[in-house]
């Protein structure tokens, strides 16, 4: 059975820093990414990394997040810097499709909640 644990979530204020951290288990994907849900939102892809370390990155994060792999530790990270409001989200992990890098496994963590606000 795959499994997702994320963490690293919390408050921080505009401007501020985070670094995200999950780990898998049970199955290992060639591609990876994190999707966020802000409340009343749909799931989007926020970042993706391939196994060769291509990355892939939502318009709204470029420049400011950077996702990077541990494929022996099967964990992915995601730095997330000058943080805004709208970043404001749960964040999750999942396998991810390396052509459309939609979420392959129906099987969702619990997610880490990130809230920027001052």
């Known amino acids: 059975q795959v499994q997702f644990v994320e963490s690293g979530g919390g408050l921080v204020q505009p401007g501020g820093s985070l670094r995200l951290s999950c780990a898998a288990s049970?199955?290992?994907?060639?591609?990876m990414a994190w999707y966020r849900q802000a409340p009343g939102k749909q799931r989007d892809l926020v970042a993706g990394?391939?196994?060769?370390?291509?990355?892939n990155y939502a318009d709204s994060v470029k420049g400011r997040f950077t996702i990077s792999r541990d494929s022996a530790k099967n964990t992915v990270y995601l730095q997330m810097n000058s943080l805004k409001p709208e970043d404001t989200a749960v964040y999750y992990c999942?396998?991810?499709?390396?052509?459309?890098?939609?979420?392959?496994?129906?099987?969702w963590g619990q997610g880490t909640q990130v809230t920027v606000s001052s």
């Open positions: 999942n396998g991810a499709n390396s052509v459309n890098w939609a979420s392959l496994s129906d099987w």
């Open positions: 049970g199955h290992i994907f060639s591609a």
């Open positions: 990394i391939l196994a060769g370390g291509l990355t």
